[in-house]
């Protein structure tokens, strides 16, 4: 029996769109089980050669130039917002006012009273949401989740959360948007601290109170001369000011009483995409590194006497999650299959009138600590997660 559509109107088309795209396309053939089948219906974007272009690469079946339109349109579903930062609150109320389900990139919103209106609004027009946290979708991760509910490493004492990466360490690289605050709000603390925010609530628990610092290294850089996603032209003869953080640094205590240091820069030479957490509980360790994202490096204190040491578990076998729907075991999959295991989770949820996890709640929290972290790097104090 053919499976119900479910309409998808992409704002975005670069970066995000790219991978989003490549995710509804794929899901139904590796979820077979997925009860709503994905249609690629309309792609969003200002310049209108750059999303005919993306819609044809893409596989679109038709474009729009304004997201307004798109919201308007009566064969759409699900609007779903891969565009920068700023743009995220307006594009989602509207979508939510018009009946549409919203999906939306993180931070879901450059600060915390845009999060709560983009919740509120979704909740009062009855509609699902979902927020791309896509490393809670890596295997390995959701394999520490079960592992921790076990009870595998006993009560959590410590997080230990770095993300770091080096793409701007050059000074002469160019003002692009997720360096300017009005665009993206901040700039390693939302783009990478607010992925170890999230993996930190999923894995550990809430964060009651943070204390810590927003750095800036290099206080100018070439204004833009052309852009696209992480790369861009620089304009040597023009140069403007950073208004965002090159490095987030804080700690944090967990309501359940266990703490954590959180460290994000986009300044540590060599590391790619080295998003990685250590958890260390009463009876045990666990270490994931993004760079290695099939991976789960286990400790417990069973270890035959003599024997001890942390073991590397393959998440690749049919029993661990997500990974059954692609490969035999040690085939590895990668970063665009956090997606495809996020889209479906989404849909499958809406197909059985459920909130997909994580949502605009999830969102909206984690812009609340987010800008506790900021409030601290200017009063010096602990701040509460309100
Ligand atoms: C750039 O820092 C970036 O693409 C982030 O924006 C993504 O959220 C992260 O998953 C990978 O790095």
Known sequence: MAKKAINIGLVGYKFMGKAHSNAYRQVGRFFPELEVSPVLKAICGRDEQGVREAADSLGWESYETDWRKLIARDDIDVIDIATPGNSHVDIAIEAAKAGKHVFCEKPIATEAGSAKRMFDAVNSAGVKHAVFFNYRKAPAVALAKQLIEQGVIGDIFHWRG?????????PDFPLVWRLRKEVAGSG??????????????????????????LETFIKDRPEMASSAGLSGEADLSRRGKVTVDDQSLFLARFESGATGSFEATRLA????????FEINGSKGSLVFNMERMNELEVYTEDNAAGAYGFRTIQATAGNHPYAGHYWPVAHIIGYEHTFINFVYDALHAIANDQQPSPNFLDGYINNLVLDAVERSSRSGNWEKVQ
Request: hydrophobic letters at 35%.
């Open 269 to 276: 030479p060599g590391r790619k995409n080295y998003n990685r």
């Open 188 to 213: 390693s603390h939302g783009d990478l601290a607010a992925h170890l925010i999230d993996s930190a609530r999923y894995l550990v628990g809430e964060i009651a109170q943070v204390t810590g610092l």
């Open 162 to 170: 770095t993300y770091l990466q080096d793409w701007i360490v050059d």
